[in-house]
């Protein structure tokens, strides 16, 4: 078969690229102490998004995780809202409001992080039962994790689309922990995707640190979605670089340095890369522009954001109601 | 002006919106062929067809969650939970999810989405089919509750959720399906907040809202042979409640008791009369009294469900002790 | 393979006709409005719980539904106090304050019917760790139906009970509709075991209306789970005689009188009482006696319930905590 | 009597009663090998092993579930959830069979079941990691639940929930990890349902709990500058509340203010006001005031974040307030 278009090729790469310098960004400044909370970096699972969010038409919808940072950027999210959003900044993406674990964009169809595991799945079934109830054409897509598959509304969402065939889209990015505790202790499967015929969803298993490869079942799965196909469940087998949440990498009680070092080895990034010029989608100098040309544009977020003024406290109550904001109460 | 019962009264006013909106539709177990187990949505389905009458696997998180989802998306989902109970089920998507996206969305976002769900004891159904679980729902900054005690405002107040732009609770009272009213033909709105004075009187002010509402006006009957006075509160919403309305009233009255069928402890009765001590002290001449189920589980026999459920003897004895109070 | 051994015969069979005769007889006293609430009649699958619990020691736990009343007689309840408990007498299992939707025989491990559809299946996890935790070789069963398999809790704990390898069965009565909704609108799945493989757990499919196929494959799931092998997922299919709730039987809008003749002409307990001929297990006459002298039971258990006294309403607040009632409140 | 911190109390009771009971176990998500996400149960799996320090899939409905059947059958489980807006997420295996199951079982039963998890903001930690959700686990019959404010407490009450037979919720505040104080090395009850009178005072009694208590104290701390005597009580015990002492203090001062980080509406204080107003209304020169959040989800920002949770200086104002009033 003859691969995604050079162009398509490009976009994955320049989605990715955006990706992990924006983390490695947010990691610095909060490892600085400069942002408040904690935030789940998506570094290393950068393929999913990228490989995902290229393959879908802008009125896709998309419902995000608690490590959602990689899926509003891959879906074409402003690094400078983003950046003050993680800043606690009134210019960010929620005024401030959300934080890291909120981050959304509805105009692009970015339905949200969501702190709670498994609390994204079902909005994505509601986005994608509002496509069949306008017969739009468009599918949502439910990210989640491997551990997200352990609970409840995971699995009425997942059984509800099936029963509905609606068109969405399920990926699990499955990086084998929930937090600090490896798969294998939380559920007796090989692999994720072996959960897809509880729900009779087609499912396939993708190399998560492959873009093409996610961005091909993306596209197949997409497709049959549109044509009225149903739902369908796509395991990505991927592994996050960074600790839970936070920046360590090496030296963690709860995995060994040695399977983190194998999983490096398969950085999407530079593989992509080399695989773009290989397939001459691009020469080393033409990547190395577009890492600078991001790097700067990831620079003048951290700007935007460090200038940008705090939420005004006045401001608390802004947006509990929409209209009149009758339960306000005095402080 | 037609005489319709309460639950008909729901009914037409889903069925005259759905009309008038094709954005609206029904989402829940047995909603859709079956017409609500309750008959809540009888016709709809012929009327409406199945895309509009969403029949659901037994999945309330789903439930709430699609409603959740299509309602970002510009819809107007009306999603019904069997059983006010079974809101526990789905409590996560309700209060961690609907009540909080448009603050964590910065204001953006719209969620007209309607909750309906029916709630109350006195059927021996026991203890998890039969709970008043309002004050957990009203607690949570993002959602309005209302709960109508009359045909006309659940008429109403179903179509001012509907045309609300926030998360919505309506809740049905099971035991008033067959109670009749008036209610006009056309789609008219009852405002959610808005508190309705349903017996005007001088000695004491009784507030209550859903089933409650017609036990103390029985009780309020009785002690007008008595010639005692009670002004009857009906809140009709409890999320938000209008405060002004029975804070006047208890500047007038000088007395309050509070009606609910939930229990007491850290039921409504108790914002209700913290809310009027903050802004009626100096009018008070007594201590606001709550009438409410005792802190038990909603016991199955009716020899014991009689005694749990609040009755017009029970609110007129306390108003007597709230009278006699010097 | 040789079968179960005459006298099982005769256990499985008590069981049945002790579910069938009281169920009818609670539906006569339902119908004729001498009995508070609605009831969830068991009528028709009756193979199921009789050929589960004949399988089981008196030590190993059920939990059960709302559709429970069988649960509890093929544990062994007392019919007494399950009648008087349906009439909500002060005699009955709860003393009045559960009714239907929740007898129970703690004595009997028998943890109660529920009334939320899926909340008793984490309860036989617990009980299920409390097994493994004392490694006593019992073990618990979650009786549920197919409708149940759509909802979270039934997820969560039946992965659960896979990830800790825990003495559990998993027994589903699919009758095909859950409430007034078939079953082909709620999951897009053929049979329910293909549940099974999603928690890595063996399933197996077991014709619900035969007692003694229902009794063999629980004996293969209860030792395998004794041996440490863990949990294991049954189906059985079957079907309620009834309606969803009440005594309704033909003339239903949701599913058809052929369907529910051709149902009723598998009816379990002829079915089995032929087999049992058959096998010189018992005789005619010998099934007459039986049946009578159960008849006689269900009998004193009516008289039992109808003259037991209502409960005492002072006793409303008993039971709430254990211990001093220290939140008793003033009616 | 060594100084320990908050934590280390709460992992000292919990370590020392395990030692002492073989059928206690704890299971939760990460409280194994990890030793729970905030080091709750630091040590715990290498002392008792991954059978009574049991690692479970994400899935806070079968933790809770397993805690109860386990308790059913004799074991004296310790379910972890996390984070207290978690609970949303378990509601119905707490609320709908927890809570009611001994009742439903005629009484019959046991349900030694100790939930452990932590609440309160302040962390920049958003809408869905940062709740105070007691009213909704205090309205719910069956269940107790208690929110220490220090060391001391947090063992003891520990002890008594593990010791109590009913199903009993324990809520660590994410911001006083660190705060040390004395802690007896033997095993020790704090009894369920006991207020303590942290500071006697003559003007004004203050209620709070958790981390209310230390700001009403800072707050009595200011005021004394003043002259003001403010009364500090904490409740230790939201279900049972220990309403005696908080009405014999209401006698004596006269004026109350409660405190607590949950939102004001429907939330605990309003049941306080009402309590107090009913067993102290001839004694109060002023109504009954309420400290809390704002209606509002939790923001993430902090300068929003600390016009949110309540602090000293708001406290103090609204005690000046309540004294100010004729
Ligand atoms: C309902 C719920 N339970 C627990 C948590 C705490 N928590 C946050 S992330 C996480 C692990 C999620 O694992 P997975 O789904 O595999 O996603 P990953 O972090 O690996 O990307 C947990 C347990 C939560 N946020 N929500
Ligand atoms: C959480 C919850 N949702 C809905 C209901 C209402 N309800 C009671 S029984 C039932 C159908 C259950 O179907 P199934 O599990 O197949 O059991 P069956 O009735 O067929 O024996 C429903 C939806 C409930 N009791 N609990
Ligand atoms: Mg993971
Ligand atoms: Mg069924």
Same mark, same amino acid.
């Given at each position: ?331 | 002006?037609? &005489? ?21 539709? !029904? ?21 409406? $067809? ?55 969305? $910065? ?89 309705? !004075? =349903? ?26 042979? &008595? ?81 749990? =459920? ?17």
């Amino acid at each position: 078969m003859t691969g995604p278009s050079h162009e398509v090729l490009r976009d994955i790469h320049r989605r990715m690229v955006r990706i992990r310098l924006f983390e490695e960004a947010a990691g610095r400044i909060s490892e600085a102490g400069r942002m408040p909370g904690f935030i789940h970096l998506y570094v290393g699972q950068e393929a999913v998004a990228a490989g995902v969010c290229t393959a879908l038409r802008d009125d896709d919808q998309v419902s995000s995780t608690h490590r959602g940072h990689g899926h509003l950027v891959a879906k074409g999210g402003d690094l400078s809202r983003m950046m003050a959003e993680l800043m606690g900044k009134a210019t960010g993406y929620c005024g401030g409001k959300g934080g890291s674990m909120h981050v959304c964009d509805l105009d692009l169809n970015m339905l949200g992080a969501n702190g709670i595991v498994g609390g994204g799945v079902p909005i994505a079934v509601g986005a994608g039962f509002a496509n069949k109830y306008r017969a739009n054409g468009a599918v949502s897509v439910a990210f989640f994790g491997d551990g997200a598959t352990n609970i409840g509304a995971f699995h009425e969402a997942a059984n509800m689309a099936a029963a509905l065939q609606l068109p969405v889209l399920f990926v699990c990015e499955n990086n084998e922990y929930g937090e600090y505790t490896p798969r294998y202790l939380t559920m007796a499967i090989d692999d994720v995707v072996e959960r897809a015929p509880a729900y009779g969803m087609p499912g396939t298993m993708v190399d998560g640190m492959d873009p093409v490869a996610v961005f091909e079942a993306t596209t197949a799965a997409a497709a049959r979605a549109r044509a009225g196909g149903g739902p369908s469940f796509m395991e990505c087998k991927t592994y996050r670089f960074y600790n839970h949440h936070g920046v360590q990498t090496l030296g963690m009680k709860y995995r060994s340095d040695d399977e983190l070092n194998q999983w490096r080895a398969k950085d999407p990034i530079p593989r992509h890369e080399d695989l773009m010029v290989g397939a001459g989608a691009m020469t080393p100098d033409g990547i190395e522009a577009v890492r600078a040309e991001i790097a700067a544009e990831v620079e003048a977020a951290i700007d935007f954001a460090e200038q940008s003024p705090l939420p005004d406290p006045d401001d608390l109550l802004d947006g509990v109601y929409s209209g009149p904001a009758d339960q306000r109460q005095p402080l | 002006m037609a &005489e319709l019962t309460y639950l008909k009264a729901f009914n037409q006013g889903v069925r005259q919106m759905m009309d008038a909106d094709s954005d609206i539709f !029904v989402v829940g177990e047995d909603v859709g062929r079956k017409g609500g187990v309750f008959g809540s949505f009888a016709g709809l389905f012929d009327e409406f $067809g199945e895309l509009r009458m969403v029949d659901t696997p037994i999945s309330e998180q789903a439930i709430v969650g699609l409603g959740i989802g299509a309602a970002v998306c510009g819809l107007r989902p009306v999603v019904d939970l069997m059983f006010m109970d079974f809101v526990l089920v789905a409590m996560d998507q309700l209060a961690n999810q609907a009540a909080k996206l448009k603050y964590l969305f $910065g204001g953006s976002a719209r969620l007209p989405v309607t909750i309906t769900t029916n709630g109350g004891a006195g059927l021996s159904a026991a203890a998890q089919h039969s709970q008043s679980l309002e004050a957990m729902l009203c607690h949570v900054p993002g959602l309005k509750v209302v709960m109508p005690s009359t045909p006309y405002d659940m008429k109403g107040l179903m179509v001012s959720c509907l045309r609300d732009d926030n998360p919505t609770v309506l809740v049905k009272h099971k035991r008033m399906y067959g109670v009749k009213g008036d209610v006009p033909a056309e789609l008219y709105e009852v405002p959610i907040g808005e508190a309705h !004075v =349903v017996r005007p009187g001088a000695d004491v002010t009784v507030v209550a809202y859903s089933r409650m509402v017609s036990e103390s006006l029985a009780a309020a009957d009785q002690l007008a042979a &008595e010639g005692i006075g009670c002004e009857v509160i009906d809140l009709r919403s409890v999320q938000p409640i209008d405060t002004e309305t029975v804070v006047a009233s208890a500047r007038k009255t000088n007395r309050i008791v509070v009606v609910h069928e939930a229990v007491r402890f850290a039921g409504l009765g108790a914002e209700i009369a913290a809310q009027v001590s903050e802004h009626a002290f100096d009018y008070l001449d007594a201590p606001v009294a709550r009438v409410a189920a005792p802190f038990t589980p909603v016991p199955f026999s009716p020899a014991l469900e009689s005694r749990y =459920v609040p009755d017009a003897p029970r609110i007129a004895a306390q108003i007597r002790t709230t009278l006699d109070r010097g």
